[in-house]
């Protein structure tokens, strides 16, 4: 029998991916990858993995998985509830934004993802699966990637590149990522000409709102129409992750992760990459607003950001083996909890 994690329930849907696929978009091959490469990096980072190591990215619910393996280290980053079991035990809570060590017959359960879309399950030295034109990120609309290019389903047990975890202590965020609260930034477009005036001053003087046509491809955004001065469509061209594409509705969408290669309708504007990770974490409903920059100050916020995600993992502190771990035993019910938070400790 393979030794790995056995999905129970894979959660509403949960997906490897690492941070891309790159060098293919001229076959029409788009990059997929993590729609917040920050918190695959954090979560990497939690059990001593490279930075682009492939997670699971669990969107909105999380799934139910069985340790078949000696030992595991394991790191969900993102604001979720975790809960860990015995083979035959009732439930524990822990903490997410922490590293855990699980045995053989140990059940994980990830809860729901609270204020956000996404959260990264990594677990210490990766998934020993083979990589699909340099990735293992999946891509489910054409089926690329590693099984099938299809989502981990119930039964499917995740083969792992270590079966016992290192001895070593866990490791936690001291706090979690800030992601920012601000305006999301934008340059023009190569078709900003191709709206009227008022168009790009709409843009950014409005509020937005993710509507419910949101995925790993792109956000649909309702408010006020970006009007065109004659008609959407344009030459097929090339596209790029948070490119701003406006069809005949005048309604716009933001591309995300998994967009085609090329399209053919206008594009107002580009959201900044240091922003992406923001969209990528968006749900139905989430108010958006846009602030028009120059890209120089566009690459100085990418690499504050960069500097930034290194200084939270600079910043990570140690938890022993049998040391407490203070965030599962902060949000416990210390009244009636207290037994269950305690025991609980140095998993």
């Known amino acids: 029998m393979s030794q790995g994690l056995e999905i129970i329930h894979p959660g509403l849907y949960t997906s490897l991916q690492d941070l891309g696929r790159f060098g293919f978009q001229d076959l029409g091959v788009p990059t997929a990858g993590a729609l917040d490469f920050v918190g695959l990096r954090l979560a990497n980072a939690l059990v001593g993995n490279r930075p682009g190591e492939a997670c ?60 956000a879309s996404t959260a990264y399950l990594a677990v210490e030295g990766g998934f020993a699966l083979e990589p699909v034109m340099g990735s ?64 790009f001053a709409t843009l950014l003087e409005s509020e937005y709102r993710v509507t419910s046509q949101a995925d790993r491809m792109g956000l649909r955004l309702d408010g006020p129409p970006l ?13 790029v992750s948070g490119c701003i594409q406006v069809p005949g509705d005048s309604a716009p969408i933001i591309l995300l992760a998994d967009h085609q290669t090329v399209g053919g309708y206008a594009k107002i504007a580009t959201v900044i990459s240091a922003d992406l990770p923001r969209l990528g974490r968006a749900v139905p409903g989430t108010a958006l607003r846009f602030a028009a920059v120059p890209v120089a100050e566009g690459e100085a916020a990418r690499r504050g950001l960069e500097r930034a995600i290194e200084r939270t993992i600079a910043e990570m502190t140690a938890i022993p083996p049998t040391g407490i771990d203070l965030q599962a035993l902060y949000g416990a019910e210390l009244i009636s909890g207290m037994v269950d938070a305690v025991s609980g400790l140095g998993r």
């Open 56 to 115: 699971l990215e669990i969107s909105y619910m999380g799934p139910v998985i069985r340790v078949a393996a000696d030992t595991v280290r394991i790191a969900v980053a993102g604001d979720v509830r975790l809960a860990i079991a015995d083979s035959g035990g009732a439930p524990r809570a822990a903490a997410s934004n922490r590293s855990h060590r699980l045995k053989r017959g140990d059940t994980l359960t990830v809860g729901a993802v609270a204020g």
């Open 136 to 199: 293992l990120s999946c891509y489910a609309r054409a089926g690329l990637g590693p099984l099938g290019g299809k989502p981990p389903v119930a039964g499917t047990v995740l083969p792992l590149r270590l079966v016992r975890c290192r001895d070593s202590d866990d490791l936690a965020l001291r706090a979690p990522m800030a992601y920012g609260d601000g305006p999301i930034r934008v340059v023009p477009g190569p078709q900003k000409e191709a709206f009227t005036d008022a168009a």
């Open 227 to 239: 009007r065109h001065r004659a008609s959407a469509d344009i030459p097929s061209d090339g596209l």
